[in-house]
């Protein structure tokens, strides 16, 4: 036990100091948000808003006084709303259902998202930071699920008619206030959209569905 303690003193004691050597800052965040989609075809329409959060760690290397690479792992749960024009058939643990012509159909998605952008912030003004990333967001699907009202499906996992690869860009702006002792909280504003097809259809369709969110950040910085 006492050989586990040091061990672990001393991992804690070599990281704070590569982080005081490397400009290296981590902290947490959660980001409630609004989500939508976007359709490249009238036979699929957007059937409105949905709600989500997503909430993970977020790391950023500086390689300058006020320029950073960013990072993380974030886990997202969010939703699409969707009304397919022509027929669709769905396939789920449960059972499989055809959705006629008209039907409102509601995905629920949970994703592992590594976002990847460059960061900027400005020198502080009093305790306050200016804030301005972007970049984009490779995200791998948890879990995908199914609201289909009409037919009395009720969020059932699918097992096909998702892509399980996510990719979307995004910016985000706002700021951090310094709590003292190289700790701040932060404020910012997002948008993100999607850059692929996120639906497969069983290979069925032409039409491309992406995902579009815009949200608020709130975190805590190291």
Do not use: C
Not at 122 to 141: C, D, K, M, Q, T
């Amino acid at each position: 036990m006492k050989k586990t303690i040091l061990l672990i003193s001393a991992f804690i004691f070599s990281t704070i100091a590569l982080n005081a050597q490397n400009k290296f800052s981590f902290g947490f965040e959660a980001a409630p948000h609004i989500s939508w989609a976007s359709s490249n075809t009238n036979k699929v329409e957007s059937n409105g808003t949905t709600f989500g959060i997503k909430y993970g760690l977020r790391g950023d290397k500086f390689f300058g006084d006020n320029y950073a690479i960013t990072s993380g792992l974030m886990i997202s749960h969010t939703s699409l709303n969707l009304i397919y024009k022509d027929s669709i058939e769905f396939n789920t643990v449960d059972n499989d259902f055809m959705a006629d012509s008209g039907s409102a159909v509601k995905y629920h998605l949970q994703y592992l998202e590594i976002p990847l952008g460059l960061k900027f912030q400005s020198n502080e003004i009093g305790y306050l930071r200016v804030l301005f990333e972007g970049g984009f967001i490779p995200a791998l699907e948890l879990r995908s699920k199914v609201t289909a009202d009409d037919y009395d499906v009720d969020k059932q996992e699918l097992t096909e008619g998702t892509i399980p690869l996510a990719v979307s860009y995004y910016f985000e702006g706002g700021l951090s206030y310094s709590l003292g002792a190289q700790l701040a909280l932060k404020g910012t504003l997002f948008y993100s959209s999607g850059m692929f097809d996120i639906t497969s259809d069983n290979g069925d369709r032409e039409d491309r569905i992406t995902h579009n969110a815009f949200g608020m950040k709130l975190g805590l910085i190291f």
